[in-house]
């Protein structure tokens, strides 16, 4: 029972990206998100080496190191476009300007505690970059991670087991098989793919959750992988 | 005398650096290293360095030239983190207790290197509250918000890559090559650009992108 | 729909601003007085505003009007004397107890406002230490320099004036235009800038000098 | 028995700025030092705003209220000048990029301590603008003020009695009669007007003083007022 691939969860996540917004991806998975927005959506992405407007990736004949985002991906500008330095892209990170962010996920708890930071990989430096900075200043922190680890085990949690990123952050987990969002009264489950019970869905979440109003199926188009 | 901070060379841009120096290495994703002073710095042969970076290892920067000279006793970054499965140079020495390292959050990483140029000398921030880079800082709950007490990074050098230079230290960046450049200059005590490019007639005032008051020696070293 | 923040009138621009509203008010040494809006708002009829501005009573800024009008409850400044021997409203007002003031150093009153839009809850300063201006303030000494606690100031509504926008609400100034507008933008709710001229087509990258982002709105005023 | 006239005040503090220096110049008589720099030392005055290098002030035809320093006097830029935002001004003011300001003062303590921005006029709004942080921020203060009030009361004291701009900040003093520099042993005085004998300097100084080893008369030239 295969789950959404990587381009379809981030399809899921561009769905709800409201027009005229300022976006941070990711990088991994959300920075894919930005290749399906829907059409007729203007949006601002911005990238926190201070890049505001990040275009469509650069062709590999016009590739510049000196044009690059967060994630070192050769890019172009969009239409109104500029570039701040360091200092102003997190001052405009963290001072709230930033609408909404889509992270990787290592784990997302009950009250909105993120890890995706830390796996604990033995002997690897450590890596924060700008995670803490984008979960801590964005509107609205969503967090893209596959619904279980590859062992099986859950990755939405009552409390996080890996080093945190930040306290009561996030407000909606797109995951390979639901749309999840994080409420004062813990997971909200909005939408399930409908190869997948409500009842497989609780074996293979490691908190409660609650089925929204709204609940309804999970679809999304044929993408590659 | 009419102001002019260019330099012949960048072994020349060196001139004075000491060991212990705590240098301000700038560049991001590619853009905005300056790897023609990392290496006259190399040449140079300062040791116990302390070196402020947004990477200890990033591929398109030549930090890890002087990590693998054995010229630095401490990295603070946002990462630390080599792209092999193996280990670094940075991260053999790190997990051999060879390395001090500092581990900061980019974010609070600017801010803290813009606090130390700018006479900050500490700043309550939201970032990090409750997580393990805050073990230890004292927290503090501000209209509500919980915060983490940051102190700011003053250091002696700061290397950093521009595209234009004038005569009066003034710089024009070539797109996302400013990223740290900036702060780290106002927040060293001797501040050194390599450019692609020095002239002797000024920049435009509104186009330059870093006041030549930060900067103390320029280096054309072309593209 | 495409980003277009422009908007018709400086009456269209204070739409849904409130009375109680803490307003931003951008100018110093007559450079970048926000003046049409500043009448707009005059018009619009807002009352009990906060002002934070650097002068309360600069002869070329109309911040007056708002005052004269009875329209402010309280200013935060770093300058609230007027030219004359006598005494202006505001300074009567003052003296009468009818008006709050909060005079702050203008690198402070500066600093506080970007903390504001930075999120930055507060930060530590030497200025001040030992005035009467810090009286009533937290100090501390951090690395043998005495300081003083500062806190953020945000507001409701940011009035500033430029010299160009795009459609996206990036702006160019002219000259010394920007002084405390940027600043403000960021630290603001709604965030409305005047401008000699809007256009349709991006202003190039390397030339805005602040971000759309920040603004919400611009309304084309002439020269 | 008059002493220096304003101009004279201001070219004497004029010879003191070293060459290749940034320098701030407070209102009134401290901006006048430009006009008495000497020849050959190429400097940048930066004024709060945010202009870094005012140049000579702007001709009556070319006067341009978005070309101002400060003090709202219509200027003109000079060879490599550029204009940042007051945040980045203060920043660099209190970050100590600033080499020397020189600011009018109404007092100056032995031990450096510094008033000038409260007079207590009754009743007039208070105006302190960006005294304090350039007192505290540049790396030398230098103050310029008549040696006596109106009244003959002495301004250079033990203790300051108006409001304190900064403590300890200043390091050098020029009066109308002297050149007096604050050292951690208090007053030092470095020149005096040879009509004004070291025991009438004292009978005009509210603090003890010593002579400099290297004391000597002050000279300046005709200058009108």
Redesign the interface.
């Known amino acids: 029972m295969p789950g959404l691939n990587r381009n379809q969860m981030a399809w899921r996540a561009a769905q709800d990206i409201a027009d005229g917004t300022v976006i941070n991806l990711g990088i991994g998975i959300p920075v894919l998100a930005s290749d399906h927005l829907p059409a007729g959506r203007d949006v601002f992405f911005q990238s926190e080496n201070g890049v505001i407007g990040v275009g469509p990736a650069a062709a590999p004949n016009e590739a510049d190191t000196d044009l690059v985002d967060a994630g070192s991906r050769t890019i172009t500008l969009r239409s109104g476009a500029t570039i701040i330095d360091s200092t102003a892209s997190f001052a405009m990170i963290r001072g709230g300007h930033i609408d909404v962010t889509i992270l990787g996920a290592f784990e997302v708890a009950a009250n909105g505690d993120f890890a995706n930071w830390d796996s604990r990989i033995p002997d690897k430096g450590p890596l924060v970059g700008g995670a803490m900075d984008l979960a801590v200043g964005a509107r609205e922190v969503w967090a893209i991670m596959e619904h279980n680890t590859r062992q099986g085990a859950p990755r939405l949690l009552e409390r996080c087991a890996l080093p945190l990123t930040a306290v009561r952050c996030v407000r909606r987990v797109f995951t390979d098989i639901a749309v999840i969002d994080v409420t004062d009264a813990g997971f909200v489950v909005r939408e399930l793919l409908p190869d997948v019970s409500v009842e497989r869905l609780h074996a293979r979440t490691g908190a409660p959750f609650t089925l929204a109003q709204d609940f309804k199926p999970l679809v999304v188009p044929p993408l590659p992988v | 005398?009419?102001?002019d901070k260019r330099v012949q060379s960048a072994a020349a841009a060196m001139e004075g650096v000491r060991d212990g120096a705590v240098v301000f290495i700038s560049g991001?994703?590619?853009?905005?290293f300056a790897n023609k002073l990392l290496v006259a710095l190399r040449d140079h042969g300062a040791k116990e360095l302390t070196l402020v970076v947004?990477s200890?290892?990033?591929r398109?920067s030549l930090t890890h030239e002087l990590i693998a000279a054995g010229q630095v006793r401490k990295v603070i970054a946002?990462?630390?983190?080599?792209r092999d499965a193996g280990?670094?140079v940075?991260?053999q020495l790190?997990?051999d207790g060879k390395m001090e390292?500092e581990?900061?959050?980019?974010?609070?990483f600017?801010?803290r290197?813009?606090?130390?140029?700018?006479?900050?000398?500490?700043?309550?921030?939201?970032?990090?509250?409750?997580?393990?880079?805050a073990r230890g800082k004292e927290v503090r709950t501000?209209?509500g918000?919980?915060?983490v007490l940051e102190?700011a990074i003053s250091g002696d050098l700061a290397l950093l890559r521009a595209d234009i230079a004038?005569?009066?230290g003034?710089l024009?960046f070539?797109?996302?090559?400013?990223?740290?450049?900036?702060?780290m200059a106002?927040?060293a005590k001797l501040a050194v650009a390599e450019v692609r490019a020095t002239q002797d007639e000024?920049?435009a005032?509104?186009?330059?992108?870093l006041?030549?008051?930060?900067i103390d020696r320029v280096v054309a070293v072309g593209a």
């Open positions: 005398m009419a102001i991001f994703g590619g853009a905005g947004n200890a290892t990033h398109l946002s990462a630390g983190r080599g280990l670094s940075f991260e790190l997990k390292f581990c900061v959050p980019q974010g609070t600017a801010e290197i813009r606090a130390g140029g700018a006479g900050i000398p500490a700043f309550y921030t939201p970032v990090a509250y409750g997580t393990d880079l501000i209209n918000r919980d915060c102190t004038d005569r009066f003034n024009t070539r797109h996302a090559q400013m990223n740290f450049g900036p702060a106002t927040a000024p920049i005032p509104d186009r330059v992108q006041s030549g008051v930060f």
